[in-house]
């Protein structure tokens, strides 16, 4: 077991990468902690099953290293590198039996069969698959086949970091929920490093300690899911993370306030930096109506369960609220009024606002 | 509640006629032959199962069998490893993977008496290409009008060049089915390439190749038109197969009811053997 750390990574699918967009990933540097459970996070084709692939020895970096404690393993095969990893499509051995399936790693590896035995068991107990250790393989329901899969990366005990690559995409919704508390408990137990691999933010925030969300081949946020919630430090992370996402409008900027559609708006601190294009961002559970604040026009109001969402026009501009309750009628003229300590400008997407007393 | 309607029926004869026309009438007239003897004239006498009896302790019979097992036990030992291994060799993915196929196709497509032409002039010892140059360049005594053994290794050559392109195919297909993260999950796991043939690669074949021995046995077992061609069952019987022997009493000497009964043993025969292999190569599939 080790710490994990990526320097200067960066990868292109192309012989001769031209310019930034020819890269799949551009430029990761990340250090994950020895035992940390991590998610990554991102949309479809972002990188993140790139930089897992890289990670686990099946994709060689065209640049950069990755270092496992002191030792560089860029250039180690994966069966070299004590690494596991459980794919998107459980794959298991059809023709073996569970108990041969879970073995199947360490008799590669030429361990003593007394102490097969004794992982196996031991595997198998963590896993609730005891009594299914000697029926094949192939007959055994998607969440069971995932279950497995997942018990041969554990299965060995050297093992540095166990990865997931959207894990739970093909179980059923009602297990998904079992497996990943699984996952949260197997985590505590054997205490490997576990990179989580999803689009899916309620996986990624329920799983992980830290979540490193991407975008387009960069890492744009790494931070704890509250860090996240509350401090996004781009409008992609605001956007892609929260249902509904942050609400980024158009607005220009001076000290500390924002003007958006004529209107003057308090942000969290100072504006910092010049030039670009700048947008306001603010999440619609920190825009609540009052007496005072921008005009809007209420455009529709979904009851949710649990709170209502609240569609406006200000001016031209669409933005979105989340009320507990007190929602107004859809139709009728409101005033919408910003928490302050949660506004903020992003300058190109990037946060531009410096926390007061930070 | 019981329904009355037999309307169902109707739709089904269209089926019934089609299978009755081309398969049971066809039969029964084997069958018919296969009881009686007739020295023409539309004349029959009644002769019970004389001929299954006579066909059954005759020697011809057993030694054209007994080639018969033996040409599709070759064939099928050396078709089926090889064409995994084509297989196996073939390109994944790229500008390859069209060509490969193609020129894996081509042989398939050739006729069948065309495929019996083409080795008969090219293996004849003066005049063809492969006989002039084994005899007359090498040194090699071939030549397959007169040798059993080399008509043998003609005939089982012919037929690997014509037919292991079913099994390249067949298990081309299977192969490339197989998603990346199993060879992946593989890697990791530390599973050598033989451990990776024969946990990930086989089994996945595993349907596509009883379908390709199936087929390759069925095919090769009631072969006909390409050993006719090159040798004729020649030198001497040598490579008179079941089925050519078969037209040989049955349209050279006129004998319809030892050839009826014939046909009959010989279809008997290749029925059981196909379902003995179906059922050995599916028996564990059931969890």
Redesign the interface.
């Known amino acids: 077991m080790a710490q994990i750390k990526l320097s200067n990574l960066k990868h292109s699918y192309y012989p001769n990468p031209q310019g930034p967009e020819d890269y799949a990933l551009k430029e990761i540097d990340v250090t994950w902690r020895d035992g940390g459970a991590y998610a990554l996070l991102g949309p479809s084709g972002c990188g993140k099953s790139t930089l897992l692939n890289i990670i686990s020895g099946l994709l060689m970096p065209s640049e950069g290293r990755i270092l496992f404690g002191d030792s560089d393993v860029t250039a180690l095969p994966p069966d070299q590198r004590n690494i596991a990893q459980v794919f998107q499509f459980p794959v298991i051995y059809d023709t073996m039996s569970v108990r041969e399936n879970l073995a199947f790693p360490l008799k590669n590896r030429g361990a003593a069969p007394d102490k097969i035995a004794s992982r196996v068991q031991e595997i198998a107990e963590m896993l609730d698959v005891v009594e299914m250790l000697d029926t094949r393989a192939a007959g055994l329901s998607p969440d069971n086949k995932q279950k497995i899969s997942m018990g041969r990366g554990l299965v060995r005990d050297d093992v540095n970091v166990v990865m997931f690559d959207e894990p739970l995409t093909v179980i059923d919704p009602h297990l998904k929920w079992k497996l990943r508390s699984k996952l949260k408990e197997l985590h505590q137990r054997v205490q490997a490093t576990m990179i989580y691999v999803t689009h899916d933010q309620t996986e990624a925030l329920t799983f992980a300690d830290e979540v490193v969300v991407m975008q387009e081949g960069e890492v744009v946020q790494i931070g704890t899911p509250v860090d996240l919630f509350e401090r996004p430090q781009h409008t992609f992370v605001g956007h892609f993370i929260g249902s509904p996402g942050m609400n980024v409008l158009p607005c220009q900027a001076t000290g500390d306030h924002a003007m958006f559609e004529g209107h003057e708006v308090a942000l969290e601190g100072p504006v910092t930096g010049d030039g670009g294009t700048l947008t306001l961002g603010v999440r619609p559970e920190h825009v609540a109506i009052g007496e005072s604040g921008v005009p809007a026009h209420v455009t529709k109001v979904s009851d949710v369960g649990r709170h209502f969402i609240v569609e406006a026009m200000v001016g031209q501009t669409p933005l979105k609220a989340v009320l507990d309750h007190g929602a107004p009628e859809q139709g009728s003229e409101v005033r919408l009024s910003f928490d302050a300590a949660k506004t903020r400008v992003y300058r190109d997407g990037w946060i531009a606002t410096q926390e007061r007393g930070a | 509640m019981r329904t009355e309607n037999q309307k169902a029926w109707l739709f089904v004869i269209p089926v019934l006629a089609l299978v009755a026309f081309n398969a049971l009438v066809p039969m029964m007239t084997v069958v018919n032959y296969s009881v009686q003897e007739t020295f023409g004239n539309n004349q029959f006498f009644w002769e019970g199962l004389g001929w299954f009896e006579q066909i059954l302790r005759s020697d011809r019979f057993q030694a054209a069998l007994g080639r018969q097992f033996m040409f599709t036990a070759i064939i099928l030992a050396i078709e089926v490893p090889l064409g995994i291994i084509v297989a196996l060799s073939m390109p994944r993915k790229g500008f390859w993977v069209p060509v490969c196929l193609v020129l894996m196709a081509l042989p398939m497509l050739i006729p069948w008496n065309v495929v019996g032409s083409m080795w008969n002039i090219f293996t004849l010892p003066k005049i063809g290409l492969l006989g002039y140059f084994l005899n007359d360049v090498l040194g090699i005594n071939y030549d397959m009008t007169q040798q059993p053994i080399s008509a043998w290794i003609t005939v089982v050559v012919m037929d690997v060049w014509h037919w292991t392109s079913l099994v390249v195919l067949l298990c081309y297909a299977g192969l490339v089915s197989i998603?990346d993260?199993?060879y992946?999950?593989a890697?990791?796991?530390?599973?050598?390439a033989w451990?990776v043939f024969r946990?990930?690669q086989l089994?996945?074949m595993k349907a596509v190749l009883t379908i390709a021995v199936l087929l390759r046995f069925m095919d090769s077992f009631n072969i006909y038109t390409e050993p006719f061609v090159l040798t004729g069952g020649g030198p001497g019987n040598s490579t008179t197969l079941l089925s050519i022997d078969l037209v040989k009493i049955a349209l050279g000497q006129f004998d319809l009811g030892p050839a009826a009964a014939m046909s009959l043993i010989y279809f008997a025969i290749t029925l059981l053997v196909s379902w003995v292999f179906y059922v050995l190569m599916t028996k564990d599939d059931q969890?």
């Open positions: 998603p993260a199993y992946q999950a890697k990791i796991d530390g599973a050598s451990s946990y990930i089994p996945k969890p």
